[in-house]
């Protein structure tokens, strides 16, 4: 089993097995109540489906979005585009409570809690930084040449 952050530079391995993978960097993670968005994807060895949740985190907190159910691996190329609007699950807040507390306690269990989304929103925040800066630079030189 496999479980990787998609949409930041973080992961966390599963205790049953498997690397982990980050995703590519993530484009306007902070919210304007400084948390950051994220998704988790968990995936099994052979399985067909692949189960990703989207999650929100300011570090103090963390609010499961969605929970949806997706193919493990990309459809062919000749496929029919009507499996591009495969049902992926409800929406999450819709679920039963204890659906829900089910789901958040099988994150919890790998790693994936407020403590994280505390990180994720810290990672976000000096990558803004670096991004602010490293832009002030060409700015800089784009004005003085």
């Known amino acids: 089993m496999e479980l990787a952050v998609d949409e930041c530079d973080a992961a966390a391995d599963d205790d049953d097995a498997g690397?982990?993978?980050?995703?590519p960097a993530f484009a306007d993670a902070e919210d304007d109540d400084g948390g950051v968005e994220f998704a988790v994807t968990v995936a099994k060895d052979g399985a067909a489906d692949r189960l990703v949740v989207e999650c929100?985190?300011?570090?103090?907190?963390?609010a499961v979005l969605h929970a949806a159910l997706e193919p493990s691996s990309?459809?062919?190329a000749d496929a029919d585009d009507d499996d591009d609007y495969?049902?992926?699950g409800p929406?999450?807040?819709e679920l039963d409570d204890a659906l829900?507390?089910?789901v958040e306690a099988f994150l919890a269990a790998r790693g994936?809690?407020?403590?994280?989304?505390?990180?994720l929103a810290a990672l976000a925040a000096s990558k803004e930084q670096v991004e602010y800066v490293a832009w002030l630079a060409r700015l800089r030189e784009f004005v003085a040449a």
């Open 19 to 23: 690397a982990s993978s980050p995703g």
């Open 74 to 76: 990309p459809p062919a």
């Open 112 to 119: 994936v809690d407020a403590a994280l989304g505390a990180a």
């Open 86 to 88: 495969a049902y992926t």
């Open 100 to 102: 829900q507390g089910g």
């Open 91 to 93: 929406v999450f807040d």
């Open 56 to 62: 929100r985190s300011d570090g103090t907190y963390l």
